[in-house]
């Protein structure tokens, strides 16, 4: 699998932040077929009027706080479908596999009933039930008990699988953290989910110049200051360092210095919106690498 197809799932719009979806059936072969850089350089204008690259549009999605968006990063799995229940009566959702149910939603189509899913008999759970009822208000747009009515539902969870990406993890990660309000927490994982990534393409890099992985693993473990890897070493092995690029360069020495500020205990306040900025940084930073890589770090 390349790189980044684990972050094919929708892009946002930083305009009018409107998003869309990939189609998870067909995006492997569509990455195929463009090749997952030209698909990530692929320009998109919106409808506001506002054009971005698929990629500006996936990192914003990424960092951006909508509960679907923060869900689809958090979650690997993702299930939906209409089903047809009986108000008053519980039905039964069964779920393709095991997993950690984060959130469920349910929808009612064509008229209204009060719906809500139960599945909290255990942590890991291979169905979830949805109960029903009619209103007390006797509302007329309401079915009453023992109607036939429709539900659509879409549930959000973790399979316990990790991503073969250490990054990948990291990142799910950070956006955890961001939810459970652990700001300084999620600032020090942005810096080590851009170290995780950068180490690896620089593996990659040395590995394509001839070096045993041996030899690769010397020289990765006996540089200590990031900024060395980050603009010599990335430069000497691909032509661009960090630094090629001002402003994403001047943001991630930003970051580097607020990590090490948290690092070493100094008393700083982080909020949300710095959590989220950290979190894009690194992401700006990865992204810059990868795309502008002269050597294949698939
Ligand atoms: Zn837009």
């Avoid at 992401?283 to 502008?292: G, R, S, T, W």
């Amino acid at each position: 699998m390349a790189v980044m197809t684990g972050l094919f799932k929708s892009y946002t719009c930083n305009e009018c932040k409107s998003g869309r979806s990939f189609d998870p059936q067909s995006i492997e072969t569509i990455i195929s077929t463009y090749g997952e850089k030209n698909l990530l350089n692929k320009i998109i204008e919106c409808s506001c009027g506002n054009k971005f690259s698929i990629y500006e549009g996936i990192i914003q999605n990424l960092v951006s706080d909508n509960i679907f968006s923060a869900l689809e990063a958090v979650c690997n799995l993702r299930y939906h479908d209409t089903v047809q229940i009986i108000v008053g009566k519980e039905y039964t959702v069964n779920l393709p596999q095991k997993l950690l149910i984060n959130q469920v939603f349910l929808t009612n189509i064509d008229a209204g009933a009060i719906v809500a899913p139960h599945f909290f008999s255990s942590f890991e759970t291979d169905s979830f039930t949805i109960v029903s009822s009619e209103s007390k208000d006797n509302d007329s747009g309401f079915k009453k008990i023992r109607e036939n009515h429709k539900v659509s539902w879409a549930v959000f969870g973790k399979s316990g699988d990790k991503p073969t990406e250490t990054w990948i993890l990291l990142l799910t990660q950070i956006k955890e953290q961001i939810i459970h309000g652990q700001y300084n927490i999620a600032v020090l994982t942005s810096e080590m989910m851009f170290e995780s990534f950068l180490d690896k393409s620089l593996n990659k890099m040395l590995i394509s110049e001839g070096l045993s992985k041996e030899a690769s693993y010397t020289i990765l473990e006996s540089m200590k200051n990031i900024y060395d890897k980050a603009h010599k070493l990335l430069r000497d092995l691909d032509s661009k360092g960090l630094s090629s690029d001002k402003s994403i360069n001047k943001e991630w020495v930003k970051l580097m210095e607020l990590r090490n500020k948290i690092a070493h205990g100094e008393n700083i306040d982080v909020d949300k919106e710095k959590a989220e900025w950290a979190l894009k940084t690194a992401l700006d930073a990865i992204f810059y690498i990868y795309m502008n890589s002269s050597v294949d770090i698939n």
